[in-house]
């Protein structure tokens, strides 16, 4: 088993949605995806998890309780283990940064260079998280 570094967000969205607690066995642990898929590809018998982006040829996705992990499992909440990217900015944010946020939240950019990076569109989304893990259905 290969783990995430403490504090990644992928692990904590593991943790949180996959194996439901925050005590995983210890084992080895990598502070970045690519040394993680690195590893899995190379390691006969190796196991671990990522974020669907971080997946190329060479690792097998298993599904769980039946499920596979697919974009279209994610979008209805079928596949469990999933979480948002977020945008922060210390208070309100200049034009250029106001810019940037409305530019990766476009039509264009969610329809195109977000799968293409190995992300699933938010407007492909069926159901929302809550801030407290809590899903909702999206009235389109």
Known sequence: MINRAQGSGTRATFEQFGIKTNKVKTSQEQDSSGTVYQMVSTTPGAISYLA???????????ALNHVQPTDKNVTTNTWKIWAYEHMYTKGKPNAPTAA????????????????????????????????DGKIEEINK
């Open 100 to 131: 940037f946020i409305n530019y990766i939240q476009s039509k264009n950019v969610q329809k195109t260079l977000v799968p293409k990076l190995g992300y699933i569109p938010v407007t492909q989304m069926t159901v929302a998280r809550t801030h």
């Open 52 to 62: 669907f982006s971080a997946i190329k040829d060479g690792v097998q996705k298993l």
